[in-house]
């Protein structure tokens, strides 16, 4: 079992490993054709989460509205998770 750093450590403090774990945990699916592509999808909104090698780029798709935003690794996961569950 994966265990993960403290949640105010910095993504880019985290193994891939744990990264990948991270996204599992919140409910995220890991694309068959491009492991740098996570599939999460909510009942009001679906996302797509790339990792990318400075940053992760999450592209919400809520009805009709498409967006993105960028989080640098240098930000808390605790900051980044609480972002990613408010949504678009």
């Not at 009001?44 to 989460?49: G, I, M, R, S, T």
Request: proline share 8%; aromatic share 10%; with cysteine.
């Amino acid at each position: 079992m994966q265990t993960l750093p403290s949640a105010k450590t910095p993504l880019n403090q985290h193994s891939l490993k744990a990264l990948e774990h991270w996204l599992a945990t919140l409910g995220a699916k890991k694309s068959q054709d491009n492991p740098c592509i996570w599939e999460w999808v909510m009942p009001q909104w679906a996302a797509q989460v790339i990792i990318k090698q400075d940053e992760l780029i999450v592209i919400w798709n809520e009805g009709d509205v498409r967006s993105q935003f960028s989080f640098p690794y240098g930000l808390p996961r605790q900051d980044v998770e609480a972002a990613l569950k408010h949504g678009p």
